[in-house]
């Protein structure tokens, strides 16, 4: 079997990996004349691979029972144990975020491409593949490089070409018009996992401070999604996973009217009750009371907005101005101006419906022999781990498919 697989991110690795473990001839293109660039700069750096909470009801899917498939297919556990085999072992911080042991995503990348090597893998990297082609039961791939074009013959294809998000490091979702022609629908591609921009007012005074919030958009009274994390204030917005994991909702609306809630209390809710009820020792002023969860300056600014007087003791406070501290800190809302670009986004949505190809295979229903991952399909999972997880699980399914028949035309050979 000759198996091209295009894209050299994590899930091109890992499907050439995995198909090169019963032989076969597997040729690697990359567009870059490295491997694993968007890897690089993953989990900053440090490569978050997986977590715990990934499970189909996480991830941004037409086809819920489709992802639950797949998961069930390659869960995390399955995702453990194939990068333990490749010598790549995991440890999980207490929210549930795996890393690998190395907290490097260059050690991760490089044991990866020592893999390849090993397996024999013919990496033809600075190489572009423009496009390709059926051809009766082969597909004829066209590439550049160097400035000469060629033409290569294959029995199967694994695209691995990714989206659009980070164009400079070589995403730029080229490979889109092959599969409409092959009869595949190809949904618009939007940006996903970016800043969210918004008229912020006099939560101007707040830039360059985080916190941890619960967030959510609104169309007038339709909550359109939710999500949790850390947040920072800049100049145009909010930027941080809180926000970031909503971001595709923005895109997905851009002409409508939406608005953000940030949930400034939230993580600490039961005890900020407490607190102002008096059921817990607590500090006798309310500035007193929100230093407990903010910083000095953040506190001075959501007592200077509830119109209140910072010297007050928490047993004293009226339920009008109970209600007054609640609607700065736990109902802010603030007028949706756009959303991140391609450039500024970590991932993107939209491609190829996930129905149209096999979830535990990732071979094309629409064309046999072609297998589609990662990005090149519309799914996208929150911050945290969730898309390196797709990425590597889509890749290792195609991979280990391609090496099981590869293994079963060896057997009908004897």
């Known amino acids: 079997m000759n198996i091209a697989v295009i894209g050299a991110g994590p899930a091109g690795m890992m499907a050439a990996i995995q198909a090169a473990e019963a032989g076969g001839k597997i040729t690697l293109f990359e567009h870059n004349p490295n491997l694993g660039r968007k890897l690089l700069v993953t989990g900053s750096s ?59 995503a260059q050690s991760v990348v490089e044991i990866l491409e020592e893999a390849l090597l090993a397996r024999g893998v013919e990496m033809r990297v600075a190489t572009h593949v423009i496009g390709f082609v059926q051809s009766g039961n082969t597909f004829i791939l066209e590439t550049t490089s160097l400035g000469s074009r060629q033409f290569d013959t294959f029995d199967q294809i694994v695209v691995a070409a990714g989206g659009k998000a980070y164009p400079e490091l070589g995403s730029r979702g080229e490979l889109f018009g092959a599969l409409e ?31 941890d919030v619960s967030a959510s958009i609104w169309q007038g009274q339709t909550r359109l999604g939710q999500s949790a994390g850390n947040i920072i204030i800049n100049q145009d917005g909010f930027n941080g996973p809180g926000v970031m994991n909503l971001s595709h909702l923005v895109a997905l609306h851009p002409k409508e009217d939406l608005t953000l809630q940030l949930n400034f209390i939230a993580p600490f809710w039961s005890d900020f009750a407490d607190t102002l009820t008096g059921q817990i020792a607590n500090p006798r002023s309310l500035r007193a009371g929100l230093l407990r969860y903010f910083t000095p300056k953040a506190a001075n600014f959501f007592i200077r907005r509830a119109n209140l007087n910072p010297e007050t003791r928490l047993r004293d406070l009226t339920e009008d101005q109970i209600r007054q501290l609640l609607g700065v800190t736990a109902e802010a809302r ?39 991952t990662g990005e090149t399909l519309n799914a996208a999972g929150p911050c945290g781990g969730f898309n390196l997880h797709f990425a590597f699980g889509s890749g290792h399914l195609a991979g280990a498919h391609l090496a099981g028949l590869q293994k079963q035309k060896s057997k009908e050979r004897v």
């Open 334 to 372: 603030f007028s949706i101006t756009g959303a991140g670009s391609f450039r500024n986004s970590q991932v993107s949505v939209g491609g190829v419906p996930v129905g149209e190809v096999d979830p535990r295979s990732m071979e094309s229903k629409v064309v046999p022999g072609l297998y589609l």
């Open 46 to 104: 440090r490569c978050n691979l997986t977590n715990d909470a990934v499970e189909a009801s996480a991830y941004f899917c037409e086809d819920q029972a489709w992802m639950e498939t797949f998961l069930g297919s390659f869960g995390v556990e399955e995702f453990r144990r194939a990068l333990d085999n490749l010598g790549i072992p995991t440890r999980k911080t207490d929210d549930g975020w795996y890393y690998p042991w190395s907290q490097s």
């Open 181 to 211: 022609q092959l009869g595949h629908r190809v949904e618009s591609l939007l940006p996903a996992l970016g800043p969210i921009f918004a008229e912020l007012g006099a939560f101007s005074e707040l830039k360059g401070q985080r916190f």
